[in-house]
């Protein structure tokens, strides 16, 4: 069984802030971990994933997140928010199937 | 290299129509999933194909079925609309022993029943 917990349903911060989102999940087995963006009426984009490698995962416009397995954490943070950061995110946990369980996302507000 | 797509882009329908949707996986991928998005909250998983036969399926009733083709295309069905069946509904490509679980998803096929 996996489940993912995105705490807070919305984040609100300045351009130029440090963009912090939580993500904690539960899983049977060692986990793989992602976190999707979803702008308005898009699809998903992969931001960034956890496969077992290296703990501090860097993804895509200046996103990264690390994997504390003792706190079952896999939180994303951006140094710097920018206005176009605006937008739904979600962490998304799989294990030994092909098929992830998604957080109910996380709505990133950027103020300027 | 082709991205996923998905067709129609939005679809309006009346309570107790069918409906099918349909997805072109990326190219070299033989899996495709299916998920439900409502307004507000994250996708759900509704089924999965791989080579033409269902590899798993999510907490959906018998009314929500699919088909993947031999081009690794896929149609999802829905019988019997309901009114919370409004949702975006994606589709994602992945292709098992490469990229860890990784899923390509489509824009989505935003759904409205009436």
């Known amino acids: 069984a996996q489940s993912v917990t995105q705490l807070g349903s919305h984040v609100s911060v300045s351009e130029g802030a440090l963009v912090l989102l939580r993500c904690n999940y539960s899983?049977?087995?060692?986990?793989?971990l992602f976190w999707y963006v979803q702008y308005p009426n898009q699809g998903l984009q992969l931001l960034l994933k956890?496969?077992?490698?290296?703990?501090l995962v860097k993804g895509i416009n200046g996103f990264e997140a690390e994997f504390k397995k003792s706190e079952t954490s896999f939180h994303l943070t951006k140094p710097s928010a920018h206005m176009s950061d605006a937008a739904e995110y979600f962490c998304?946990?799989?294990?030994?199937?092909?098929?992830?369980?998604f957080g109910r996302g996380t709505s990133l507000i950027v103020h300027p | 290299e082709t991205g996923v797509t998905q067709s129609p882009t939005h679809l309006i329908k009346t309570r107790g129509q069918q409906v099918t949707l349909r997805c072109s996986s990326q190219?070299?991928?033989?899996?495709v999933s299916w998920y439900q998005q409502a307004l507000g909250q994250g996708p759900q998983f509704i089924f999965q194909?791989?080579?033409?036969?269902?590899?798993g399926r999510g907490n959906f009733p018998p009314r929500f079925s699919g088909l993947q083709f031999p081009n690794y295309s896929s149609e999802l069905n829905v019988n019997a609309l309901e009114l919370d069946d409004s949702a975006l509904y994606l589709c994602?490509?992945?292709?098992?022993?490469?990229?860890?679980?990784?899923?390509?998803f489509g824009p989505g096929t935003r759904l409205t029943v009436t």
């Open positions: 194909y791989y080579r033409e036969e269902e590899n």
């Open positions: 956890y496969t077992s490698a290296a703990t």
């Open positions: 899983s049977s087995v060692p986990p793989y």
């Open positions: 190219s070299g991928h033989n899996t």
């Open positions: 994602a490509s992945s292709k098992p022993g490469q990229g860890e679980h990784e899923q390509y």
């Open positions: 998304a946990v799989s294990g030994g199937s092909y098929i992830p369980t």
